[in-house]
């Protein structure tokens, strides 16, 4: 079997990669075996000095591995450069932070005890292709500190760029079996979660597959933590700053071609304003430009499969006949997708309902700052959120009534190394980054002395 990478704004196929024979994956599975045993006694500066050359290969190549990005998955060159140097400073991070995250946690007890953080085995990655560098660094870099080793299936379309994490922690002298990209197809998946080795899976994708995922951990008795969909509320109170608010909104928007799990993506504004929000958010929308991700004035790239850009364009079709109405945008050739905005949206709505994964924005109008949460929560994803308002406060009460893992004040929803990163509800479970995430797939084991 073959998958093959295409190039989603010319569609010319730019790579072919074979799929790993059983026999083949058995042999990637022992080595990760082989390596963990020696990688797991080694100190947290001899980590460090490694990790922070990952660091430094990626900056002093981010051009080249911008234009992989780009040309695997159609993020502008812009965007695809400023991933990798956002990948480098996770690296950085564990690399000064890891060895004080996982430090020796004592207790008030009248003998000695104590927690102490041991590594498991081998994390599993499969991850998904709309940020090929930041989902896999961000994962990689505190597990293989931790002392574990990692096992990557990236999605098919970007394999060139999982090749090229993986060069890069060899040629900063990390041994072989530390990290390894496998090419595997879905039957093979379950092998790989079922190996001893195998100590936990991470997934970031669709509701789809994180659901199959955990229940074939759970079938193993395999810890897994799950980055799943999301369905990002932007809620615009009365009193918020519009101009800077629909800056913000077309950004969180429109990024990545709005192909994030984080991406905002219903709009819900109280009546007072909602005009008046509209009207400054199709203005923004209309300037962006969309094109060949790597000519410069454009924006926003191509989708990055052609059946991304059709289940949007059928969501959009769907959305106008059930009552929204198109403000901007609305057209689609191939796997270019104009950025569209459109208002009088629903709960009934299937652009409320299902994740838009695209540059589709929503508008949906409510009373007051009470029904905007009420329809904020009325979801089944809850993975991030913002609120726009200048009563800080107010900001902070309405926060902890939002159901979502991330809530963003006067602010761009983004992830951040220092900071815990994940979902509840139907968005998957767990934590990434910070010292929450180094902790995941550590093994937290009590020793008593007497």
């Not at 008795?221 to 969909?229: A, F, N, Q, T, Y």
């Not at 059709?310 to 959305?319: D, G, I, P, T």
């Amino acid at each position: 079997m073959i998958f093959k990478s295409i190039n989603p704004f010319t569609q010319a196929v730019i790579a072919e990669h074979e799929v790993l024979t059983n026999a083949q994956l058995n042999q990637k599975l022992e080595l990760a075996a082989t390596a963990f045993k020696s990688w797991r006694t080694t100190t947290f500066q001899e980590r460090a000095d490694k990790m922070q050359k990952v660091a430094d290969i990626l900056r002093a190549n981010k051009d080249e591995l911008g234009l992989l990005i780009s040309n695997e998955m159609g993020k502008i060159l812009s965007e695809g450069i400023a991933e990798v140097e956002k990948s480098a400073g996770n690296c950085d991070f564990y690399a000064e932070n890891a060895e004080k995250m996982l430090k020796d946690e004592h207790y008030n007890t009248p003998f000695k005890s104590m927690s102490v953080y041991d590594p498991s085995g081998a994390v599993f990655a499969i991850m998904p292709w709309n940020y090929p560098f930041w989902q896999v660094l961000r994962y990689a870099a505190p597990a293989i500190m931790a002392g574990n080793v990692t096992l990557l299936k990236h999605a098919p379309n970007v394999i060139g760029c999982a090749k090229a994490i993986e060069n890069a922690f060899l040629e900063a002298g990390f041994p072989e079996g530390v990290f390894q990209q496998i090419n595997i197809d879905i039957p093979q998946v379950e092998t790989v979660i079922a190996a001893d080795i195998v100590s936990g899976i991470t997934l970031t994708g669709s509701e789809m597959a994180g659901s199959s995922v955990a229940a074939l951990a759970g079938k193993h008795i395999k810890k897994s933590v799950l980055e799943l969909g999301g369905s990002d509320a932007f809620i615009v109170l009365n009193d918020a700053d519009l101009e800077k608010a629909a800056t913000v909104a077309t950004q969180s928007r429109m990024l990545n071609a709005g192909q994030a799990c984080i991406c905002a993506k219903r709009f819900i504004v109280t009546e007072k304003v909602a005009d008046e929000f509209a009207s400054l958010f199709a203005q923004k929308v209309s300037a962006l430009q969309q094109g060949n991700p790597l000519q410069n004035g454009i924006n926003m790239g191509p989708l990055a499969r052609i059946d991304l850009a059709e289940k949007l364009s059928y969501q959009l079709e769907h959305s106008l006949q059930q009552g929204a109405k198109i403000l901007v945008g609305g057209e689609r050739e191939h796997c270019n997708f104009q950025p569209t905005l459109i208002d009088f949206v629903d709960a009934n709505n299937i652009a409320f309902q299902e994740e838009t994964f695209g540059p589709l924005a929503t508008i949906i109008r409510a009373k007051d700052e009470n029904d905007a949460i009420m329809i904020a929560n009325n979801h089944r994803y809850g993975l991030a959120s913002a609120i726009w308002t200048v009563d800080r406060e107010k900001a902070y009460h309405l926060a902890r009534r939002i159901d979502a893992g991330n809530v963003f004040v006067n602010s761009l929803v983004r992830s951040d190394s220092r900071i815990p990163f994940g979902g509840i509800k139907k968005s998957g479970y767990g934590r990434e980054l910070s010292e929450i995430g180094i902790k995941e797939f550590m093994n937290m084991k009590s020793v008593i002395i007497e």
